[in-house]
Each structure stands twice: as structure tokens, then as C-alpha cells.
Nanobody, 122 residues
Framework: QVQLVESGGELVQVGGSLRLSCAASERISEHALAWWRQAPGKEREFVAVINWRGSIRDYTDSVKGRFTISRDNAKNTVFLQMNSLKPEDTAVYYC????????????????WGQGTQVTVSS
């Protein structure tokens, strides 16, 4: 059972940057890793995903060009670099893992973290 722990969320001003981290409790080099977010009163939505080698990355349209997902398999960690933050980026951010293949369907992910709050203030 892979355990995931997110960190790095905080209050930031519009236009600012944050780097989220998600550390896994065990080896995740065979897992696709993704970031999701959930704003108050809304469904959890896909943000970004990276495959096990880091050779495939995909993003939701609203964050393309601003967010970058990366991973360090030696440290069992996935990152989300968020730049040019907007108020609509405010949400709880979750990381998730699934074996092998990238996917944008929430139900395909086996393992989830508890989330980290990102608040973008105007």
C-alpha cells in the first residue's frame, strides 16, 4: 500500500509561485503520478500527470504554460511547480499514483494523498 504525503501548499499572492511536493512511502518508479485539485463546492479535477520515466507529461488546459510536473524516482517524490498563480488556482491539491500508464480518470488511481491547501489571494 503506497502512502503519499503532499507538502508545500500555502497562501500566495496573485502572480506568485509555489512548488508542491509529494513523497511516497515506497518505490514508485513503476507508477504514473498525477496532481489533482478540488476547490470548495466543486468536483476534484485533473491537473497534471507524468509517466514512470518522466517522458510523458500532460496538463489540463487551464495550467498549460504555468505549471510543470516532474519526478525524482530516487527520492520517490513528485513535484508540481506552479507559476503565475491565479485566484482560480485556489484549491486543495492532491497527488495520486497508479501503476504504469498515465490516465486522466480519477477512478483509475489507486493511491491518494491527504492534500495540501493552496490559496491564491488577490
Amino acid at each position: 500500500q503506497v502512502q503519499l504525503v503532499e507538502s508545500g501548499g500555502e497562501l500566495v499572492q496573485v502572480g506568485g509561485s509555489l512548488r508542491l511536493s509529494c513523497a511516497a512511502s515506497e518505490r514508485i518508479s513503476e507508477h504514473a503520478l498525477a496532481w489533482w485539485r478540488q476547490a470548495p463546492g466543486k468536483e476534484r479535477e485533473f491537473v497534471a500527470v507524468i509517466n514512470w520515466r518522466g517522458s510523458i507529461r500532460d496538463y489540463t488546459d487551464s495550467v498549460k504554460g504555468r505549471f510543470t510536473i516532474s519526478r525524482d524516482n530516487a527520492k520517490n517524490t513528485v513535484f508540481l511547480q506552479m507559476n503565475s498563480l491565479k485566484p482560480e488556482d485556489t484549491a486543495v491539491y492532491y497527488c495520486a499514483a497508479r501503476k504504469f500508464v498515465v490516465d486522466q480518470r480519477k477512478d483509475e488511481y489507486e493511491f491518494w494523498g491527504q492534500g495540501t491547501q493552496v490559496t491564491v489571494s488577490s
